[in-house]
């Protein structure tokens, strides 16, 4: 999958409602741009998503996701604040 890793396909699958594929598809993306915001935002949003819309506690990230997710937001708006 990670060879079809697009944010055109990830914004595709956003927007027809598979916000599991779509949030993968960012993750790939964050790691390998882990500064880009616009996908920080967007991975922030999905997982919001996920926990809300996943009657399936198993589909929706991982608490450790979620964690590495916000730490990795936190340290992209320190580093903005220095500059």
């Known amino acids: 999958m990670e060879h079809l ?23 790939i993306l964050l790691e390998k741009d882990p500064n880009n915001k616009e996908i920080q935002d967007k991975l922030i949003e999905l997982t919001e998503k996920l926990i809300l819309s996943s009657s399936n506690p198993q589909l929706a990230p991982s608490k450790e996701e979620k964690i590495r997710l916000l730490k990795k937001w936190l340290a992209n708006i320190q580093e903005k604040r220095r500059t």
């Open 5 to 27: 890793a697009t944010k055109t396909l990830a914004e595709i699958y956003y927007q027809q409602g598979h916000f599991q594929e779509a949030y993968e598809i960012f993750k």
